[in-house]
């Protein structure tokens, strides 16, 4: 069956612009959560969903980041007034329930010049 | 809170030699525990986990790892390894709720060589 897909792949924007990556889950996934990684490091949590709403962003940096997954399945990160310092690749994870497997999706790349 | 360290950021193995790949983590709470690979140019990928029952835990091609509580390890090993297996490896770790995200090691790159 299908994965978890992320939309674009790679996004290159200018520092102060806005952006929003997407993540279409797998079917019947409740969970989704946000992950960050940078060069040389693994994945650091943001956010996770479970249904609509957002059960725990003690992960987001700061208030200029933000998700939303208004209908239980697809989600929207949306990072406002990037920073080069938010260059990065952002990962997308979906599971069945909270206390069952991560399955990730490919990835975007953001860089911000 | 919870934290864990791969202090390996690299480790060069000869193909068919055996490796193994180190994961400790801290934790206050019982934790399920994980470890993830990312292939050349590919999405991470579950490896093998550890939720409860048997400490020692198996993946279809050959890797193994044992939680140990005592110690607070989760160490992977493979008894030969193979060209294929040049990867990433992230372990990784989250409380028995569930709630929290995985907590992720900074990885450790296996590289095979000939």
């Known amino acids: 069956g299908a994965g978890v897909s992320q939309t674009p792949s790679n996004k290159v924007t200018e520092k102060g612009k806005y952006v929003e990556l997407r993540c279409d889950p797998i079917?019947?996934?409740?969970?989704l959560y946000w992950y960050r990684q940078s060069l040389g490091q693994g994945p650091e949590f943001l956010i996770y969903?479970?249904?609509?709403?957002?059960?725990?962003d003690s992960g987001l940096p700061n208030d200029r980041f933000f998700a939303v997954r208004p209908e239980g399945s697809v989600s929207t990160l949306k990072i406002q007034r990037t920073e080069r310092g938010d260059s990065a690749m952002y990962l997308c994870?979906?599971?069945?329930?909270?206390?069952?497997?991560?399955?990730f999706g490919p990835g975007t790349r953001l860089t911000v010049l | 809170a919870q934290s864990v360290t791969q202090l390996d950021s690299q480790v060069p193995v000869f193909e068919e030699a055996p490796v193994e790949l180190r994961c400790n983590y801290s934790?206050?709470?019982?934790?399920?525990l994980f470890w993830y690979v990312q292939y050349p140019n590919q999405g991470l990928q579950l490896l093998l986990k550890?939720?409860?029952?048997?400490?020692l835990v198996e993946s279809i091609n050959g890797f193994e790892a044992e939680f140990n509580k005592s110690q607070t390890s989760f160490h992977l090993r493979k008894p030969s390894v193979h060209i294929s297996d040049t990867a990433e490896y992230f372990c990784?770790?989250?409380?028995?709720?569930?709630?929290?995200?995985?907590?992720f090691g900074k990885g450790t790159h296996l590289i095979i060589q000939p």
């Open positions: 079917s019947g996934h409740t969970a």
């Open positions: 934790s206050s709470v019982s934790v399920y």
């Open positions: 969903f479970q249904g609509t709403g957002a059960a725990d």
């Open positions: 994870a979906s599971s069945l329930s909270n206390t069952d497997t991560q399955y």
């Open positions: 550890y939720l409860s029952g048997s400490t």
């Open positions: 990784a770790v989250s409380d028995w709720g569930g709630a929290d995200g995985l907590t």
